[in-house]
């Protein structure tokens, strides 16, 4: 079991940065792969990917964020973190903290409670 708990959530003008944090705690040390999704406010908006980190540093962003946002992490996959600049107001959603593990031959997935994050323009 991993437990995942998001922080530093809140209201910021377009432009200016913003980190996020997620503290992870349980079995960390089998987590393979760590990533933040998000979901814009509005019914049918979907939860996508922004950005994703393995174990072993590998990271991978989305299209809309690259080159403005960066995703790192500790060794010991305690915390992560989301390092975001350049902020629009299409950045605009509550930002969910992931993790996956591999045990007993199976893929076990996890997420925070989401922290909102506003873009004013």
């Known amino acids: 079991q991993v437990q995942l708990v998001e922080s530093g959530g809140g209201l910021v003008q377009a432009g200016e940065s913003l980190r996020i944090s997620c503290t992870a705690s349980g079995s960390t040390s089998s987590i393979n792969n760590m990533a933040w999704y998000r979901q814009p406010p509005g019914p049918g908006n979907r939860r996508t990917l922004v950005?994703?980190?393995?174990?072993?540093?590998?990271?991978d962003y989305a299209a809309s964020v690259k080159g403005r946002f960066t995703i790192s992490k500790d060794n010991a996959n305690t915390m992560m973190y989301l390092r975001m600049n350049s902020l629009k107001p299409e950045d605009t959603a509550v930002y969910y903290c992931f993790a996956r593990t591999y045990g007993n031959f199976q893929f076990y997935e996890y997420w925070g409670q989401g922290a909102p994050v506003t873009v004013s323009s």
């Open positions: 950005a994703s980190i393995t174990s072993g540093g590998t990271v």
